[in-house]
């Protein structure tokens, strides 16, 4: 008799120990420490829903609509039913060739030519290397409080910290500048061997930061005078998560090349996208063949990931865009307004459905990881980590900002309603409450 599949209900069961156990005991300490809840069996209208029937709206801001958003999960299925192949041989894959070609109209004609990874930060180095092929030079140049991946060229950008410092040596020719510090940006870019500046529109583990109007304008003028290609990564920012398909389409010119990630896949795949122009591509890879693939991910080019990047598109329509423009700037007008007295709120700051809640580290002795037995995390707020937890018991996932644990990050799926932001911020409401009224 063949072997038949593992049944899912008994990966759900046993699976979680298993993480633990064979994956990263590390971050299930976290969760266990935290009390997040982890044990999800299935997903209901986008939402997550617990072994004890608890449902949780996800705030991280990974499902542009949602978990395995229905018409996502069909043409998936759909793709997975047929005999079609998903991988070719060649890597001439129409699938993400369609897919691509959808990318380029949706960013309004400005690119024509688009790398496909599995990642965003697969999706930074293919930037980066473009870069560095297209003009011949070594230097790279970011900015503080940055958060561009993983990968050895952008752990490099990364802010100070462990997702960076363990990793040292970092690659040559990598500069952070302080965040937007239009002057330091002239000054590096002055001596013409700088390749590119990458730049976060918003950033989003650094605390919700736009960059201000005058970097901008800086960073558009000054990198196409010196030569140097402008590289924006909307993996945080983009696909209408700040109310447009692209927050740098507003800029005074496209950037060069743009990265998107994350919401790419529908809440169902992992696929992300470098689009850049056919000038700098040809300028990178020139016309020979085996140029052309020099810079290669073998499962970038996979139809089933293509399909569910596809279907999120076609839902990426106008007025969903304009809705979580609006949607967002209610929602900030309303938690500014419900959490006006508060002594620990500093600001809400972002742009459409990407927010930040930034607040004030209390000096408290027992509101300090060094008091619950952590003292290598001592230096690290305990604020927003501890109103995120404080959120749990209201059903819903919001995070910390990787850089900055003083700011929470507010992420809803693009099609949040209206009644679930009210809900969402008469939580936080009386939970900062009482957090400020245990502290005084």
Request: charged share 20%; glycine share 10%; with cysteine.
């Amino acid at each position: 008799m063949d072997a038949q599949p593992e049944s899912l209900t008994n990966m759900l069961t046993h699976g979680f120990a298993e993480f633990r156990d064979f994956v990263n005991p590390l971050i299930a300490s976290r969760a266990a420490l935290s009390r997040e809840p982890v044990d999800f069996h299935h997903v209901r209208g986008g939402l997550l829903v617990g072994a004890d029937g608890a449902v949780f709206e996800d705030f991280h801001g990974v499902q542009a609509f949602g978990h395995r958003r229905a018409e996502v999960s069909r043409a998936v299925a759909e793709f997975l039913a047929s005999d079609a192949p998903n991988w070719f041989p060649s890597r001439v894959n129409p699938f993400t060739g369609r897919l691509a070609r959808r990318l380029c109209e949706h960013a309004g004609g400005a690119y024509d030519r688009v790398y496909l990874t599995c990642t965003g930060s697969e999706a930074v180095e293919a930037a980066l290397k473009l870069a560095r092929a297209a003009t011949g030079r070594p230097r790279i140049v970011g900015v503080e409080r940055a958060y561009h991946g993983c990968g050895m060229g952008s752990m490099g950008l990364m802010h100070d910290g462990p997702f960076r410092d363990p990793f040292g040596p970092h690659l040559p020719g990598i500069t952070r500048i302080p965040f937007g510090d239009a002057a330091a940006l002239r000054r590096e870019l002055a001596p013409g061997d700088v390749a590119a500046v990458i730049v976060e529109p918003i950033q989003g583990e650094g605390g919700v930061h736009a960059l201000p109007a005058a970097f901008v304008e800086a960073a558009c003028s000054e990198t196409r005078a010196h030569g140097a290609l402008l590289i924006a990564d909307e993996v945080q920012s983009g696909l209408g998560r700040a109310g447009r398909f692209l927050t740098s389409e507003t800029w005074p010119r496209r950037p060069d090349a743009v990265v998107l990630g994350k919401q790419l896949g529908g809440g169902l795949m992992a696929v992300a996208a470098m689009l850049t122009t056919e000038a700098h591509f040809m300028r990178a890879y020139g016309e020979d063949f085996e140029d052309g693939e020099s810079h290669n991910v073998t499962l970038g080019q996979n139809g089933a990931s293509a399909v569910a990047a596809l279907a999120t598109l076609s839902l990426l329509t106008e007025p969903v865009l304009s809705r979580a423009r609006a949607a967002g700037e209610r929602l900030r007008k309303a938690l500014r307004e419900a959490l006006a007295g508060n002594s620990l709120l500093d600001e809400v700051r972002g742009e459409g459905l990407l927010l930040g809640i930034a607040l004030h580290q209390p000096e408290h002795p027992w509101l300090s990881f060094e008091h619950w037995g952590l003292p290598k995390l001592a230096a690290r707020a305990t604020i927003a980590p501890i109103l995120a937890y404080r959120l749990y018991k209201h059903g819903f996932f919001t995070f910390a900002c990787g850089h900055d644990w003083r700011v929470l990050r507010v992420q809803p799926r693009l099609d949040v309603d209206d009644a679930t932001l009210d809900r969402f911020v008469k939580a936080v409401a009386q939970e900062l409450a009482h957090i400020a009224e245990w502290v005084s």
